[in-house]
């Protein structure tokens, strides 16, 4: 999704808003964040913070060693149970309680982040694992359901509002959305689509919504997810695709974020209006949500394929799926990053290059949106294909 993200489907957004081509606000910036950087988190700690948060928040909290949307969402649940700021970010403060809940955990307790980063094999041995694990029944709530959807446009019109009932989580309802938060004193953390929000509609004069269903919110097994990914997706090394849904989803078919991304690759409904798929199925249908995603991960390809000729890029390298993944956080940054560096005279040779160029000369004018955010994505992005790419390998 054309979004800007510090993990991977990530997703970091800013509190202010730059405007996409289509002259409003892009739906890739309506997920506030913190700005914080997910690879500046050892990943160590962050194993041993998911390991703690599962505990104490629920058993569907990734344990990647890597921080990651779902992570932050946990560790702000955590935030809020122990009356810290729910900020999302492992600051001193977090890492205290955690440390009082959960100080025989791997991590020294007198000083976690000396710890020293965690291997490729016990990463490795950490997401395999948790994709290859039979996935249960019946844990998330889907108010993004396009009957759920319709259900919230028909309210705010019943209000005053005069939104088409598209069962979309589009702009203008999440525009009308936040206004009927703004008038009936929802927290703006609440998002889009929540009990709370449900509740105040329907104290407002709504009718009942439809019946909520449950998702799976289990991983998906590795055994079931690589022959869908080469069937749908054979001329794509897998490893590419693994690490898409690693950072993405964690291989969770029932993963919803609160802007409504869902399946293996967080398709935003937007992209699934985009490339014509149904987007509830994306949490239901295994084989769809890969087909489907590979679908989304061909299109931000196409826009990197068009570059190849100019600056003699091979399909098959981490700098071209490092700058498909760059494109997935916001479209138009790899031609204006290429672009930049050869008016620079700086040579496209590898991603390193690019990601040295971006930290040396971070003014690239992406307004509020700091580019190095997309470049910490896409390093995040490319460890975990390095790490499936080893997994893999050791296979054959």
């Not at 290429?338 to 992406?366: C, E, H, I």
Request: with cysteine; proline share 7%.
């Amino acid at each position: 999704m054309a979004r800007v993200r510090t993990s991977g489907r990530g997703r970091g957004y800013r509190g202010q808003h730059s405007f996409d081509r289509r002259g409003g606000p892009p739906w890739w910036s309506w997920w506030g964040s913190s700005g914080y950087a997910d690879d500046t988190v050892d990943p160590q700690l962050v194993s041993w913070i998911q390991a703690c948060l599962a505990d104490s928040v629920g058993s569907w909290v990734p344990q990647t060693g890597i921080m990651g949307p779902a992570t932050r969402r946990a560790i702000r649940m955590f935030q809020s149970q122990q009356s810290l700021p729910d900020n999302g970010v492992p600051d001193n403060d977090t890492i205290a309680a955690f440390q009082k809940l959960c100080a025989s955990g791997p991590l020294s307790a007198r000083n976690p982040g000396a710890a020293s980063p965690a291997s490729s094999a016990d990463f490795q041995q950490n997401t395999a694992s948790e994709i290859a694990t039979p996935s249960p029944a019946g844990c998330n709530e889907d108010r993004c359901a396009s009957s759920y959807i319709a259900w919230m446009q028909r309210s705010l019109n019943q209000l005053g509002g005069k939104l088409s009932v598209t069962a979309v989580l589009d702009r203008p309802t999440i525009n009308a959305l936040t206004h009927f938060k703004q008038g009936h004193g929802v927290s703006w953390r609440e998002y889009y689509a929540s009990p709370k929000i449900e509740q105040a509609l329907l104290q407002a004069g709504a009718t009942p919504p439809p019946p909520v269903r449950r998702l799976a919110c289990g991983p998906t097994g590795l055994r079931q997810l690589l022959p869908l990914l080469r069937r749908y997706g054979a001329d794509i090394p897998a490893e590419y695709l693994l690490g898409w849904i690693t950072v993405e989803s964690g291989g969770k078919l029932g993963d919803l974020t609160k802007i409504c991304e869902r399946g293996y690759f967080q398709v935003h409904p937007e992209e699934s209006q985009d490339l014509k798929l149904d987007h509830d199925r994306l949490s239901t249908d295994p084989a769809y949500s890969v087909e489907g995603g590979i679908k989304l991960v061909r299109k931000y390809a196409a826009g990197v394929k068009s570059l190849a000729g100019q600056f003699n890029l091979n399909k098959d390298t981490d700098l071209f799926w490092g700058l498909v993944k760059l494109r997935h956080w916001i479209p138009s940054a790899p031609v204006r990053i290429l672009s930049q560096m050869r008016r620079d005279g700086v040579a496209v040779t590898d991603w390193n290059s690019v990601r040295q160029y971006v930290r040396l000369k971070p003014a690239l004018g992406f307004g509020s949106f700091d580019p190095r955010s997309g470049v910490n994505s896409v390093d995040n992005y490319l460890v975990a294909v390095a790490r499936w790419r080893k997994f893999l390998g050791s296979r054959t």
